[in-house]
């Protein structure tokens, strides 16, 4: 078939439907996850039969897996421990084990903090930024440089917002509100010197950590009252109706709670801070 053609990807998508490992699977085009939970105090890994199912499907449909593109990466404390799994290996090499993997466009870490992720951020927004300056000296208005910010800048500030919100620190949430108060500098030079929340209002645009608190709720409510199954398997079973019915605001899924908030999904912090704010009946 033509590469580039419209049939393409989807003849793809047909070719890889009945793929299967045996534990939960995320497909994405030709990127495919497999992921493990271990239990407290038990470290027993039944990776290797997963990956062993995956040559074998592979081996039975004519297709080959790229050894030097597929990684493993072990969450959470154990991957600091001596209990960690062993070294996964394949008939063409050892999986190699990473600590940070870039994964659909965010950098994911086996601490599950986001400092790789932010820091790639700020590093393509600091390139971007050049660009700026670039436009100032040619004598762009004012209007076109803040358009050029918002519609340039901003985006890569916001991108994945609800993935990594909830977890930012405060130093990152200053590292990125720094940037756009830099960009503000560029654009509007009166506005040196002044108050961050005067220079915003004098280009007419929000604080970033406002924003991506309003993208979180908005995407966490159209999430919930139009559930895909993706979204569906990491969400808790909702409670019974007979609960909920005789209560007027009671929430219809239940919280969870961890006894640390690092490790907390952002699904989960969502359920126990945004449930009361989503007034559409689901």
Excluded at 101 to 121: A, M, R, Y
Excluded at 142 to 158: G, K
Excluded at 203 to 223: E, M, W
Excluded at 231 to 253: G, H
Aim: hydrophobic share 40%; aromatic share 10%; net charge positive.
């Amino acid at each position: 078939m033509p590469q580039g053609s419209w049939l393409g990807p989807l003849s793809f998508l047909v070719l890889i439907d009945d793929l299967t490992a045996g534990c939960p699977t995320v497909k994405y085009d030709d990127d495919t996850t497999l992921s493990e939970t271990f239990q407290p105090k038990s470290y027993n890994s039944s990776m290797a039969v997963f990956l062993d199912n995956i040559l074998a499907w592979s081996l039975e449909n004519n297709m080959e897996l790229n050894t030097s593109k597929t990684k493993e990466m072990v969450l959470g404390p154990i991957a600091r421990s001596e209990l960690a799994p062993h070294l996964l290996t394949t008939p063409a090499g050892t999986i190699e084990r990473v600590h940070s993997f870039k994964l659909l466009g965010v950098h994911i870490e086996s601490s599950l903090c986001w400092s790789t992720d932010i820091n790639s951020i700020l590093k393509i927004v600091t390139q971007r930024m050049y660009f700026l300056k670039q436009l100032k000296r040619a004598g762009l208005s004012s209007t076109h440089l803040l358009e050029y910010c918002i519609a340039v800048i901003r985006p890569v500030l916001e991108c994945c917002v609800p993935v990594w919100h909830h977890a930012l620190t405060k130093e990152q949430s200053k590292q990125i509100e720094a940037i756009q108060k830099r960009a503000i500098h560029i654009i509007l030079n009166f506005t040196r010197g002044m108050p961050y929340t005067s220079m915003l209002y004098a280009a007419s645009i929000n604080i970033l950590a406002s924003r991506r608190h309003d993208i979180y709720v908005k995407d966490f409510s159209v999430a919930l009252l139009n559930p895909l199954p993706a979204f569906i398997t990491y969400v808790p079973a909702p409670r019974e109706q007979s609960l909920t019915a005789r209560f007027r605001s009671v929430q219809k899924y239940p919280r969870v709670y961890a006894r640390t908030s690092r490790y907390c999904s952002f699904i989960n912090y969502s359920l126990n801070n945004y449930q009361d704010k989503i007034t559409n009946p689901i």
